[in-house]
């Protein structure tokens, strides 16, 4: 890009961030719907419901053993900032249980569709596992319930 001056402009193109008026009514009837579930029995959505967030996890290397165990009794020190000695971005998802599971994204690997696909297989499986194990426990505790008189 070129300014009048004829100056190269250094700005990134620029990304259109607004949806098309089929996104948005794609939103309206997804939340329309939502709430009919809520309203409906608010519980049961509530217990089916799961969501999911991304975060960055830093980990850090210390320089010796030594360091780590060294103990001062003086008053509050300020800490030293160290340099991180790598990130991973740990994908969590989770219900009104608990987690249902995290994933650590490999190193040098690339959040793409396949990625994203490949995620929500590994979650139709972890939620086909934990509503078994749930089933059972259930069933244990309603067969101990029975044989009790």
Not at 49 to 76: A, C, I
Request: aromatic share 10%.
């Amino acid at each position: 890009m070129s300014t009048e001056d004829g100056e190269c402009s250094r700005r990134p193109k620029e990304v259109q961030r607004e949806f098309t008026f089929d996104q948005k009514q794609r939103r309206v009837d997804d939340s329309e719907q939502y709430l009919k579930m809520i309203k409906r029995n608010k519980s049961e959505f509530l217990r089916r419901y799961v969501t999911m967030d991304e975060t960055w996890l830093h980990h850090f290397t210390p320089k010796s053993n030594r360091q780590l165990s060294k103990w001062t009794t003086h008053g509050p020190k300020r800490g030293k900032t160290q340099q991180s000695a790598g990130k991973v971005m740990a994908s969590v998802f989770w219900d009104a249980q608990g987690i249902i599971f995290i994933d650590y994204l490999e190193k040098g690997r690339t959040i793409n569709s396949d990625y994203y696909i490949a995620l929500l297989d590994r979650l139709k499986v972890e939620i086909v596992e934990k509503t078994a194990v749930l089933e059972g426990k259930e069933s244990a505790a309603s067969s101990r319930q029975c044989t009790v008189s």
